[in-house]
Nanobody, 123 residues
């Protein structure tokens, strides 16, 4: 069973930046495809970004493309989400997710989840 712990959330003004981290333990990190999702109050959890086990392949939601960057350090068992040019509509709880079997960017394509970290962007 893999465990995921996010950190790096907080409050920032519009136009600012934050970097989220997710440390993975309990299994071989480099075997896992990693993803970031977010959930705003009253809304469904939505895909933000994903990265392949090697880091060579990435994908992004259209809403964050060009502003967010996902990366991983397999030596540190950590995946990152660099968020620049933040907007109030980016306010949400951000979740780290992992999977070693399935493909895709739906919530159901990831079998392991962290507890989430709050990101709040003020106007």
């Amino acid at each position: 069973q893999v465990q995921l712990v996010e950190s790096g959330g907080g409050m920032v003004q519009a136009g600012g930046s934050l970097r989220l981290s997710c440390v993975v333990s309990g299994d071989t990190f480099k075997s896992y495809r990693m993803g970031w999702f977010r959930q705003a109050p009253g809304k469904e959890r939505e895909f933000v970004a994903a990265i392949s086990w090697s880091g060579a392949g990435t994908s992004y939601a259209d809403s964050v493309k060009g502003r967010f960057t996902v990366s991983r350090d397999n030596a540190k068992n950590t995946v990152y989400l660099q968020m620049n040019s933040l907007k109030p509509e980016d306010t949400a709880v951000y979740y780290c997710a992992a999977d070693r079997v399935r493909f895709g960017i739906r919530v159901e394509d990831f079998g392991s989840w962290g507890q989430g970290t709050q990101v709040t962007v003020s106007p």
